[in-house]
């Protein structure tokens, strides 16, 4: 059997992720690997600049910390309490655990 054959029939669990925007966790959501929650967080972002980021003076601040990591017992609590009030990413359920507000600089 090829190694592609193999690894598609092979089943993964999905796991939890949290990502954290200048130390705070912000949004919660599930994939099967870490690679796969860095895209799904990029892409997140990518979409909600503006809601994450402060206009200043000469340009946009940006955001000193993104991080994707495995979620807390109560992130995914709330991810799996959430009901209705979910985002979506494509396919990908999305949590907010706090409101998108400016994060800004310094």
Same mark, same amino acid.
């Given at each position: 059997?090829?190694? !592609? ?33 860095? !895209? ?19 340009? /946009? ?24 009030? /979910?985002?979506?990413?494509?396919? /990908?359920?999305? /949590? ?11």
């Amino acid at each position: 059997m090829v190694r !592609e054959e193999c690894w598609r029939l092979m089943s993964f669990s999905l796991s939890t992720f949290t990502v954290e925007i200048n130390g705070r966790p912000t949004i919660a959501f599930k994939a099967k690997w870490q690679a796969e929650a860095d !895209e799904i967080s990029r892409g997140w972002i990518n979409l909600h600049w503006g809601e994450i980021t402060e206009e200043r003076i000469g340009g /946009v601040a940006i955001p000193l910390a993104i991080k994707v990591r495995l979620a807390s017992a109560s992130e995914r609590a709330t991810l799996e309490a959430a009901g209705d009030e /979910v985002d979506f990413y494509g396919d /990908v359920k999305i /949590v907010r655990l706090i409101e998108a507000k400016p994060f800004t600089v310094g």
